[in-house]
């Protein structure tokens, strides 16, 4: 468990290494960018952070990505005038620095209950997220019993499960696919993708001014938050839009598979196959006429 305390102590430090790293840039009109600013700002996008930043590579990581914000509200002070302006910040001074911690929080935490309202919506509008958790709780019991199935089908099924098989994907790939379908998550409000934003900051290796913009201001899609993202984060977005306790299941399950697994994609996808073949409509009942099948 992360100590909390020390975590935010090391964020400051980070903050101010960044800063002093940071060169005085030609275009810099925004003179309230002080250092407690961007201290301020940066507590709020390493609040749920998952790294020790107490470990080097970790901290190096988050003065890189401190140094790219200053450089982006120096070297683009219409992008910070931007950021002030959706907050409605209207102080100076220790007066901005409170204001932006409190409107900052608060659009945070509205983001956070619009996605809570919002996930089951998710879950529902894609039922494949379902059944692959379905399926994967229950990963050894359905490779066996598929397995010994196909000596008992007719040629037609046999060749319609060896093609799914020769088009195979990865599991990350596969659940990337599916989110990408979402109406839902297409049209997320501008809090929701922030408050996404903020979750899965430390996840991001490297990525442009163009793509901090508009993950601060909300304006960046959902498809390309997810498109940026490195493969093993996939369980992270799980957890985040999908509602208790379906999002910590699946995106154990998740874990526990491996994203790069391609054996857990044929499964679901044969699983699916037979469900539409014998005319049923959940696992549960596909598993009971496939063992009264053998």
């Given at each position: 468990?992360l ?15 960044a800063?002093d790293q ?13 250092i407690?600013v ?12 998952r ?6 590579k970790a ?5 890189k ?6 450089k982006?509200f ?16 209207t102080s100076?001074?220790?007066g901005?620095?409170k ?5 900052l ?11 809570a ?27 066996g019993l ?10 037609s ?12 994907a990865?599991?990350?790939?596969f ?28 996840w991001f290796?490297?990525f442009?001014l163009?793509?901090?913009t ?7 899609s959902?498809?390309a938050?997810?498109?940026m993202l490195?493969?093993?984060?996939i ?7 999908l ?8 995106a ?9 697994s391609?054996?857990a994609v ?10 539409s073949?014998?005319?049923v ?12 099948t053998?």
């Amino acid at each position: 468990m992360l100590d909390r305390i020390v975590q935010q102590h090391m964020v400051r430090i980070a903050c101010q290494v960044a800063y002093d790293q940071s060169p005085n840039l030609k275009r810099a009109t925004s003179s309230d960018l002080t250092i407690e600013v961007v201290q301020v700002i940066a507590k709020h996008l390493t609040n749920n952070s998952r790294q020790d930043f107490t470990q080097r590579k970790a901290f190096m990581s988050l003065v890189k990505k401190v140094k790219q914000i200053i450089k982006l509200f120096k070297k683009a002070p219409e992008a910070w005038g931007k950021f002030k302006e959706m907050l409605g910040l209207t102080s100076s001074g220790l007066g901005l620095i409170k204001e932006i911690d409190k409107k900052l929080g608060d659009l945070l935490e509205e983001g956070k209950k619009k996605l809570a309202s919002t996930s089951k919506k998710i879950l529902n509008e894609l039922p494949m997220l379902r059944l692959v958790g379905e399926v994967l709780e229950e990963q050894s019991r359905w490779e066996g019993l598929i397995q010994r199935y196909k000596n008992y089908v007719p040629e037609s099924v046999r060749s319609g499960l060896a093609k799914i098989e020769r088009g195979t994907a990865k599991l990350g790939d596969f659940l990337d696919s599916i989110l990408a379908k979402s109406r839902i998550l297409k049209a997320l409000s501008a809090p929701i993708k922030i408050y996404l934003f903020f979750q899965i900051w430390d996840w991001f290796a490297d990525f442009d001014l163009r793509i901090v913009t508009a993950g601060l201001l909300g304006t960046l899609s959902f498809s390309a938050l997810v498109g940026m993202l490195p493969a093993e984060s996939i369980e992270v977005i799980l957890e985040l839009i999908l509602p208790p306790p379906a999002n910590g299941a699946l995106a154990k399950l998740v874990v526990e598979v491996g994203i790069a697994s391609t054996m857990a994609v044929v499964l679901v996808l044969e699983v699916k196959y037979l469900m539409s073949i014998n005319k049923v409509n959940t696992p549960k009942d596909l598993f009971s006429i496939l063992e009264a099948t053998i």
